[in-house]
């Protein structure tokens, strides 16, 4: 067993400004060559991430699940899926991160646990067992009970709510799920969910985890009324007030280890005073900042969006995080090649125009953006190559709920889970010879032996960017200094340190005397190119 900390010095509030990389472990690295990535994949990549120049990595869900919702449906939280590995080699995982200087986050879903759970199994086995009062069974509505007990959509599209077939046959009760119906809502005001994420936390804390990303964290607390319909001021299943309560308890458990455990919360909520309310000092360190990262690639809107995250964040003396994107969200080197380069889950769709060219120029531009805010840093795997979204896989190869449950208008989330591309002369880039799920034609291109081969590729611009960042104080305790610009470019101050950002797409002049540090693209004589940014030190 790993001792807590281990390889680690101790700076408590490491998570202020840390640069922390998501692994999504089934299409990060492979192992054994089966075509999942897996444990023993990361493990041998583990000098990549620290050359990298990473401080912490955030796993998504590692554990036993049927991947109905790629593992975001958690059978057994004390099992690694055997795909990936086993609980053993986790443990040597953390440990050799940790002898890198890399802390290892996991990710907990509240709001939900798989149907194959042993709770939901023994719940749906008999309609008086005790489990059932772990989730929202319920009669339904009507003459039969064959309408749902309330008229709540799931975040997939869909009914929230699926009936079950009792053990005679006969019609049962329904449950409820906001996400896939694999997925059944647990109910937070029984304290058998309670203990049992008590215990879970506490499970993974001591093996040396350093923190955990809490899964869709704004759900879990629900109005046992259940009302039919949802009246927008006050929501039965969004942020309720109640859902705090659980975020104290885990902080308190956090806090009881000698070098504190940190959370970070997935908080998608448009209010920012209800926002903040996530980051009080009894409950979550962070949060995802999904306003920086849904924003279009446009200077006021950005300019905007980092004001209000600061001030929401200093409200409250809480560090911000800035992420391009998540294992969720339409890559960043793509969404910013088109027309309307914001992001919503409703707006995806087949087929969407885009300059990739100019889409990876800007994503490039705002990585070094995203990296001179005051904050943490959040990388998802593959941003630090450029890769594309991939948008034109077989429909048959399509695994996420979201595309079959939009009754197949929503392409999904795949195509920014496609397997990493590791090595130019493999044909499956570095993956078992059949990935899980197919790596377009070109792939290969964007391999991580060609890139580090390229002083102008986008890896060589991210650990430059990140090594700069790691070594510059003033990027991690000056405050943020905004400088007069034109219409069409973001300047701040950090110190002495000047970060640059032209949206437009002439160029525009550098200040007299400066040195450069970095820029995502070449400049063009004493000048900042369109789509392109620059750290100057004044
Ligand atoms: C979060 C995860 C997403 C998952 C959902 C349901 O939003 O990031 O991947 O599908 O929660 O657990």
Same mark, same amino acid.
């Given at each position: 067993?790993?001792?807590?900390?281990?390889?680690?010095?101790?700076?408590?509030?490491?998570?202020?400004?840390?640069?922390?990389?998501?692994?999504?472990?089934? #299409?990060? !690295?492979?192992?054994?060559g089966d075509g999942t990535g897996d444990l023993a994949g990361v493990r041998s990549r583990l000098d990549y991430l620290s050359d990298l120049g990473v401080d912490a990595l955030w796993f998504t869900p590692w554990y036993l699940s049927p991947l109905a919702d790629g593992g975001y449906d958690v059978q057994d939280y004390r099992v690694i899926d055997p795909a990936f590995g086993d609980l053993v080699e986790a443990e040597v995982l953390i440990a050799e991160a940790a002898e890198r200087g890399i802390r290892t986050i996991v990710d907990i879903v509240p709001n939900h646990v798989s149907s194959e759970h042993p709770w939901f199994r023994a719940a749906l086995a008999d309609p008086s067992a005790p489990e059932r009062a772990l989730f929202w069974f319920r009669p339904g509505r009507g003459e039969n009970g064959d309408l749902p007990p309330t008229e709540w959509t799931s975040s997939f599209g869909g009914p929230a709510w699926t009936r079950t077939t009792d053990p005679d046959g006969s019609p049962g009760q329904w449950y409820l799920h906001l996400f896939a119906?694999?997925?059944?809502?647990?109910?937070?005001?029984?304290?058998?969910?309670?203990?049992?994420?008590?215990?879970?936390? /506490?499970?993974?804390?001591? /093996?040396?985890?350093?923190?955990?990303?809490?899964?869709?964290?704004?759900?879990?607390?629900?109005?046992?009324?259940?009302?039919?319909?949802?009246?927008?001021?006050?929501?039965?299943?969004?942020?309720?007030?109640?859902?705090?309560?659980?975020?104290?308890?885990?902080?308190?458990?956090?806090?009881?280890?000698?070098?504190? /455990?940190?959370?970070?919360?997935?908080?998608?909520?448009?209010?920012?005073?209800?926002?903040? /309310?996530?980051?009080?000092?009894?409950?979550?360190?962070?949060?995802?900042?999904?306003?920086?990262?849904?924003?279009?690639?446009? !200077?006021?809107?950005?300019?905007?969006?980092?004001?209000?995250?600061?001030?929401?964040?200093?409200?409250?003396?809480?560090?911000?995080?800035?992420?391009?994107?998540n294992h969720d969200v339409t890559r960043a080197a793509t969404r910013y090649g088109r027309a309307d380069s914001s992001f919503s889950f409703d707006a995806k769709r087949f087929g969407t125009e885009t300059d990739a060219a100019l889409g990876l120029r800007r994503a490039r531009a705002a990585a070094l953006l995203a990296a001179a805010l005051p904050g943490s840093l959040y990388i998802y795997q593959g941003d630090e190559l450029g890769l594309p979204e991939v948008e034109d896989l077989p429909l048959h190869a399509l695994r996420d709920p979201m595309h079959e449950r939009s009754g197949g208008v929503d392409p999904g989330r795949d195509g920014c889970r496609i397997p990493?591309?590791?090595?130019?002369?493999?044909?499956?880039?570095?993956?078992?010879?059949?990935?899980?799920?197919?790596?377009?034609?070109?792939?290969?291109?964007?391999?991580?032996?060609?890139?580090?081969?390229?002083?102008?590729?986008?890896?060589?611009?991210?650990?430059?960017?990140?090594?700069?960042?790691?070594?510059?104080?003033?990027?991690?305790?000056?405050?943020?200094?905004?400088?007069?610009?034109?219409?069409?470019?973001?300047?701040?101050?950090?110190?002495?340190?000047?970060?640059?950002?032209?949206?437009?797409?002439? #160029?525009?002049?550098?200040?007299?005397?400066?040195?450069?540090?970095?820029?995502?693209?070449?400049?063009?004589?004493?000048?900042?190119p369109g789509d392109c940014a620059a750290w100057l030190r004044l």
């Open positions: 067993m790993v001792v807590a900390g281990d390889g680690i010095a101790p700076h408590e509030a490491w998570w202020r400004d840390a640069v922390v990389y998501e692994i999504y472990v089934r #299409s990060f !690295a492979d192992g054994d119906p694999e997925q059944p809502d647990l109910d937070w005001s029984n304290p058998a969910v309670r203990h049992e994420h008590a215990d879970v936390l /506490r499970f993974w804390f001591d /093996r040396g985890v350093a923190g955990i990303r809490v899964d869709s964290a704004a759900f879990p607390a629900k109005d046992p009324a259940l009302p039919v319909t949802i009246d927008a001021d006050a929501h039965p299943h969004l942020d309720r007030d109640e859902v705090h309560e659980i975020y104290r308890e885990w902080r308190t458990i956090a806090d009881e280890y000698s070098l504190p /455990r940190m959370l970070v919360g997935e908080v998608w909520l448009a209010d920012d005073e209800r926002f903040v /309310r996530y980051l009080r000092d009894d409950e979550m360190h962070g949060a995802f900042n999904f306003e920086f990262m849904v924003t279009p690639w446009d !200077a006021d809107a950005l300019r905007s969006a980092i004001q209000r995250t600061l001030a929401a964040h200093e409200s409250i003396s809480a560090s911000p995080t800035w992420a391009l994107g990493l591309p590791w090595t130019a002369s493999d044909p499956a880039s570095g993956f078992g010879g059949d990935p899980w799920l197919p790596q377009p034609d070109g792939w290969s291109e964007l391999a991580v032996d060609r890139q580090l081969a390229d002083p102008l590729s986008t890896l060589a611009l991210y650990r430059s960017l990140l090594r700069i960042r790691r070594d510059e104080a003033a990027l991690h305790d000056a405050p943020l200094e905004w400088m007069p610009s034109d219409a069409h470019t973001i300047a701040f101050r950090r110190g002495d340190l000047l970060c640059l950002t032209n949206f437009g797409s002439e #160029s525009v002049a550098l200040p007299l005397h400066h040195r450069l540090l970095i820029s995502s693209a070449p400049l063009d004589g004493e000048r900042l």
